[in-house]
């Protein structure tokens, strides 16, 4: 199964991604992970997106295919994966079905995630994550047991840079701009489905993977 999470910053694709994938026994892809492990270990693609992410601007689209292809076509993903932020441009959608078709594989659902504004903003300030595991946490209603290490792993948990007011706002409107025309390209698919963005809780989530049929 391929699935693809669609929404805006902080609608919850990393957490819809991670228990999706919990249940499918698939990997969880996100290409944001991939970038930012990039940048703690400076490799050349890592110096180059630093910038980029930390404007809350987009990484070029020939850059983002090589790195999806590499990864894609890894043992581990031989059975499906989990798309979490990405497509994120139509020529993204386009290349990835170009991808799949060489690789005789297609996509079976398009999640698209909605939340408003005002939400997002509330959200993505109050997030922080651990640096070494990607745990999220939210500073009020779900903040790690000590402050600033993680409950999983002891690992370090920090704001990302791009979490802050102004950055988030730039982030969404640059979403809403570029992912107009991802949605049309998606919108014939028969597995193309919006839900809410909103779930409050872990149970709340896995009921609506249940309702879907995932
Ligand atoms: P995310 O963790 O998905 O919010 O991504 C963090 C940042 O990584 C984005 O704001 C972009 O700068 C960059 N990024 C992640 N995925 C993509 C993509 N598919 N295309 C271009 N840039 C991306």
């Known amino acids: ?24 026994k698939i990997p969880h892809i996100s290409t944001g992970d991939i970038l930012r492990d990039a940048i703690e270990k400076k ?45 994120r441009t139509r ?17 079976t659902y398009i999640v698209n995630l909605e939340l408003t504004d005002q939400k997002i903003v509330d959200r993505l300030t109050k997030r922080r994550v651990c640096t070494n595991c990607g745990a999220i946490y939210h500073l009020v209603k779900n903040p790690p047991k000590i402050e600033n290490v993680c409950d999983i792993c002891g690992g370090k948990v920090i704001q990302r ?11 969404i409107s640059l979403y809403r701009d570029k992912i107009k025309p991802v949605m049309d390209y998606y919108s014939i698919h028969d597995g193309f489905i919006t839900v809410s963005g909103d779930q409050n809780s872990t149970a709340e989530i896995e009921d609506l993977f249940e309702e879907l049929g995932l």
């Open 1 to 24: 199964m391929i699935v693809i999470f669609l929404g805006p910053p902080g609608a919850g694709k990393g957490t819809y991604s991670e228990l999706l994938s919990e249940r499918l």
């Open 161 to 171: 840079p791009d979490d802050v007011e102004e950055t988030i706002r730039h982030r």
């Open 91 to 107: 020529q993204q959608s386009e290349k990835l079905d170009e991808l799949l078709g060489v690789l005789l594989r297609s996509i």
């Open 43 to 87: 490799t050349h693609l890592g110096k180059l997106a630093s910038e980029l992410i930390d404007r809350g601007e987009l990484v070029p689209d020939d850059i983002m295919m090589g790195l999806l292809a590499e990864r894609i076509t890894r043992f581990d993903a031989h059975k499906g994966f989990i798309l979490d932020g990405f497509p």
